[in-house]
């Protein structure tokens, strides 16, 4: 993740803050915004598994 990116993300978790926030939320917000800036820079690489590849891979793994 950029500081950028990162800077940009920490300005709306702090917008989100409450007394009930604690710093393992955030960790877990900042954890969740940069799997999906992964998972969509994957998608734009073509990185990705089609919905019937897991389905028919799924069966594979459970027989």
Known sequence: MSSEKL???LH???????SETRLDDIYE???LLDD???S??????GKVVAH?????RA?????
């Open 52 to 56: 019937e590849e897991v389905v028919a």
């Open 12 to 18: 709306q978790i702090a917008d989100s803050v409450n």
């Open 40 to 45: 969509e820079e994957q998608e734009k690489l």
């Open 29 to 31: 917000q900042l954890a």
């Open 36 to 38: 999906i800036d992964q």
């Open 7 to 9: 800077k940009e993300y």
């Open 59 to 63: 069966k594979e793994w459970l027989k």
